[in-house]
């Protein structure tokens, strides 16, 4: 009976160490990694399993609505033109085969204004098959194949490819492929793999940035992307030192310990976590998203946001990252001629910031309003009227009276869009749109107890599926959106097709998929950011995310462009 016991007692302890080293392995994905990179490591990207993550991805909706024989049949045309596609498709089935894991790639420094990368993966299967696929690779990346040497490093052999600057050395050490464009830093990983450097302190994985950081990570996850851009400013201000360039010291991008970001699938859905590093710049106020009672169930977009007024001083100096920053400055400094200061905006409005677009059935254009709460109706008072100068020099400002609430109208010239700005101040709320309809309608609303956004099972959802917000709120009804613009935009690009036939040469607007094919595989894409301890965090779900959506529409932007320029 005691050795019974013994035995079961010798279980439970096995038993409980593989349960600790299970959890232990998906808490930390990334520790295989970082313990293979310098402390003073710039950015790396990991992708845990590239396996799982293709067929994760294969699982999303965002993939699902792609495989939709009409989608197919519309996109047969553009995908053609795009380059190399069918090499780029011969490499990851290739990449595949070796069943690759902790694919990484590191930016480990940055020396006479040329980066120092390393990369590397875990394969399966042998190293003579891992050694084909390689050299097909090096040979398409490397300009000048045919130069080639090898060089002996304990034990191991290194082989470099190409002709100085445009060099790559690769080395095999047991499972692990290793790869840079710097000899003396493939030489410094292979000594953090094989154990052969005993410092603990040099490596990545004992940085505190990086571990505060990845402590708001998830424990699984696709792919991840951690960067310090405090060193890469650094760089960037030595580097226009020394051509003598206006040095950057924009004090937010000082104050950003790290960036950190990771995604991962959801049931279908795409997940991004992003955590900035930084001070708490906003105030105890916490998000109460009031202005929801304005939405209504033709909202397709909804945003509440705190902002901090002290920030908005020295916009317009050098180092702003605002695009409009000019604009803005022009504003603020209006509001300071007419005596406004940032102590009366902080007393006059509220720190919360609301913007809800609406599009109606039937309609051509969505309607856009943005929305602040009064707290002092005199103060207000005062800084609209100081600031409707502000916003077009030229413009003449017409002030009524309705209902106990002042508007001011703008009319703009007749043009394809004519637009009417209008603002509404009432003892309650501060109302801004392009059109005065939507900007009367939201000061209706505000008399509402309950919201009928609010009420939509995809918006209750969609709000569900993320942390509660205490600094930023984002809400994008997708399905609606694309409904509206289908109507909207398709007469328009059959017309376009009919007038210019060269458009034909490139897609095939006919084909365009119904927007039930396209719907039917869209959900709400939400977004929530809370300040936590350290840093900001911020959460995101969708078909796709927030900042995928945001990348997608800027690369999409930039082909654009590079297409349009290079036009005959």
């Known amino acids: 009976m005691k050795r019974f016991g013994l035995l079961i007692a010798l279980a439970a302890i096995a038993a409980s160490g593989i349960v600790y080293t299970v959890r232990q392995a998906k808490s930390t994905p990334q520790t295989a990694v970082t313990t293979l990179l ?21 699982r999303t909706d965002i993939y699902q609505l792609y495989r939709e ?87 191991h052999k290194i082989e470099i490819v190409g002709a100085a600057p445009n060099q790559i050395a ?20 292979l000594d953090r793999a094989d154990g052969r450097q005993k410092d603990k302190q040099t490596i990545l994985e004992s940085d505190e940035t990086l571990r505060t950081a990845m402590a708001h990570m998830p424990s699984n996850y696709a792919i991840l992307v951690y960067a310090q851009p405090k060193a890469v400013s650094e760089k960037l201000a030595s580097l226009r030192s020394a051509i003598g360039a206006p040095t950057d010291r924009n004090e937010v991008t000082q104050q950003i310990r790290s960036v950190c970001a990771a995604t991962r699938f959801d049931k279908g859905k795409m997940r991004d976590v992003v955590f900035v590093g930084m001070p708490n710049a906003q105030s105890s106020q916490k998000l109460t998203r009031a202005s929801l009672k304005l939405g ?19 916009i317009n100096q050098p180092g702003s990252a605002l695009p409009l920053g000019t604009w803005l400055q022009k504003v603020f400094d209006a509001a300071a001629r007419a005596g406004v200061t ?26 856009i309003i943005s929305t602040i709460r009064v ?64 900007v009367e309608a939201g000061i209706k609303r505000t008399a509402n107890v309950a919201s009928a956004l609010n009420s939509l099972p995809s918006y209750k959802a969609a709000e569900r599926a993320v942390p509660p917000p205490t600094n930023v709120f984002v809400y994008t009804d997708t399905p609606l959106l694309y409904t509206r613009l289908d109507a909207a935009l398709r007469p328009m690009l059959l017309m376009s097709a009919a007038f210019m036939p060269g458009i034909s040469d490139y897609v095939d607007v006919t084909k365009l998929p119904p927007p039930e094919v396209v719907t039917k595989h869209l959900s709400p894409i939400v977004s929530s950011q809370r ?29 654009w462009k590079t297409g349009w320029d290079r036009r005959p």
């Open 69 to 155: 024989p009409a989608v197919q049949d519309f996109l047969s045309k553009p995908l053609l033109k795009l380059p190399q596609r069918t090499s780029a498709t011969a490499n990851i089935d290739q990449l595949r085969k070796l069943d690759p894991e902790d694919v990484f790639v590191a930016m480990t420094s940055v020396e006479n204004n040329e980066p120092h990368l390393v990369g590397g993966f875990r394969f399966h299967g042998s190293q003579s098959k891992a050694q084909e696929v390689i050299s097909h690779w090096r040979s398409q990346l490397v300009q000048d194949a045919s130069a080639q040497e090898s060089v002996d490093y304990e034990q």
């Open 296 to 314: 209504t169930s033709e909202t397709f977009f909804y945003l509440a946001i705190l902002f901090n007024p002290d920030r908005f001083s020295g």
């Open 531 to 559: 300040y936590d301890g350290d840093g900001y965090v911020t959460e995101s779900v969708g078909p796709i995310t927030l900042s995928e959506a945001a990348i997608g529409l800027g690369v999409s932007a930039l082909l």
């Open 375 to 438: 707290k002092d109706p005199v103060r207000a008072n005062k800084i609209v009227t100081g600031l409707m100068h502000a916003m077009d020099e030229d413009a003449t400002w017409k002030k009524t009276e309705k209902d106990g609430v002042t508007y001011f109208y703008m009319q703009t010239p007749a043009a394809l869009l004519a637009i009417t700005p209008t603002v509404a101040l009432s003892n309650q709320v501060l109302i801004v749109g392009l059109d005065s309809a939507s």
């Open 38 to 58: 310098p402390r003073s490591t710039i950015a790396f990207a990991h992708l845990p399993d590239f396996n799982r993550m293709r067929d994760e991805w294969h």
């Open 170 to 189: 690769t080395v095999f050490d047991r499972q692990w492929f290793f790869t840079s464009n710097d000899l003396s830093e493939l030489k410094a990983t």
């Open 342 to 367: 940032v102590d009366d905006w902080k007393s006059a409005f509220d720190l919360e910031l609301s913007s809800l677009a609406d599009w109606p059935q039937g309609s051509r254009w969505p309607s």
